[in-house]
């Protein structure tokens, strides 16, 4: 565990590993649940030392104060652990509230979320979020095809993760999906890349990102669920199939980003008027003409 300002007397607390999406670099990070509800994904490293909990509102309320009398100008907040959404509506609803009393500024509340979160949550209770200022789901796909999904332990099929984000887009609480690319190995990387397309162009998502595989404690724990010829791709192969995704994306206006630390390239654009300058990056790469990230600058 780390703390943040440690000279202060109020601290805020957080439970390392703490991750966020890159568009969150600028925002105030809150944990307000520690860990993951499923915490099974066989890619993920980052909760497993962790049991999760959803954390005191006291806790929280404390940190909330403090910041507000040091820093009034905030205008976005990032809620985690994994998947704060898990939190029960109300208890979510009463963080929203607190959190746009004591911060006045604030323009966008987001937060981690999974699929297994909208079981449990009614379109109501996302209209009554929504309402209380969220603003933006990250929900992490991974990939729309459906032997990936089973071999990386997700829990859902790409079928059943499309008709649960009928939920958020009826309550027009804007979502923004995440993949992984490499996650099956080169050998099936033109499906996985166009049924992971199909998942996105059927739920709309406002946002879609693609990371890129990172396994840094090693690839054994993560091969053992795969056939025996599963290796880990070469980074052409990752952009390969990168290229395949944006080239079967037909859906419009999605706002599309690689540029997360972990992928090779860093590319982002819109849906569809962006699609060709993208597809020149990623061939300009394969063809030599681009620098790709290198290894040591890579990470989660």
Request: hydrophobic residues 40%; positive net charge.
């Amino acid at each position: 565990m780390t703390f943040f300002y440690k000279k202060a007397k109020q601290l805020i607390y957080y439970d390392e590993p703490v991750i966020r999406p890159p568009a969150e670099a600028d925002s105030l990070i809150l944990q307000a649940t520690i860990g993951c509800t499923h915490n099974r994904c066989t890619f993920c490293i980052t909760y497993k030392q962790k049991k999760y909990r959803i954390r005191e509102f006291s806790e929280i309320k404390a940190e909330i104060d403090w910041v507000s009398q040091r820093a009034q100008g905030i205008r976005k907040v990032f809620l985690g652990d994994g998947d704060a959404l898990a939190m029960p509506t109300d208890e979510l609803i009463r963080l929203l509230a607190y959190l746009r009393e004591k911060l006045p500024l604030l323009k966008k509340i987001a937060v981690y979320a999974s699929p297994g979160n909208f079981v449990s949550k009614s379109v109501q209770d996302l209209v009554r979020l929504k309402n209380a200022g969220l603003t933006l789901a990250y929900v992490g796909f991974e990939s729309g095809d459906d032997d990936t999904l089973q071999h990386i332990k997700k829990g859902f099929s790409s079928d059943q993760m499309a008709t649960l984000m009928e939920k958020p887009n009826e309550a027009g609480l804007k979502l923004s999906a995440t993949v992984i690319l490499g996650l099956a190995g080169p050998a099936h990387m033109k499906r996985v890349a166009e049924n992971t397309a199909r998942l996105i162009d059927r739920v709309q998502p406002r946002f879609a990102s693609a990371l890129t595989l990172m396994l840094p404690f090693g690839e054994d724990s993560y091969k053992k669920h795969w056939p025996v010829d599963w290796r880990m791709p070469q980074p052409a192969e990752t952009l390969t199939e990168l290229r395949y995704l944006v080239n079967a994306i037909t859906a419009d206006k999605i706002i599309f980003r690689a540029n997360h630390a972990s992928n090779y390239l860093p590319i982002e654009g819109t849906f569809q008027k962006g699609k060709a300058r993208m597809l020149v990056q990623i061939d300009s790469a394969l063809a030599g003409q681009h620098a790709l990230r290198p290894e040591f600058l890579r990470g989660l």
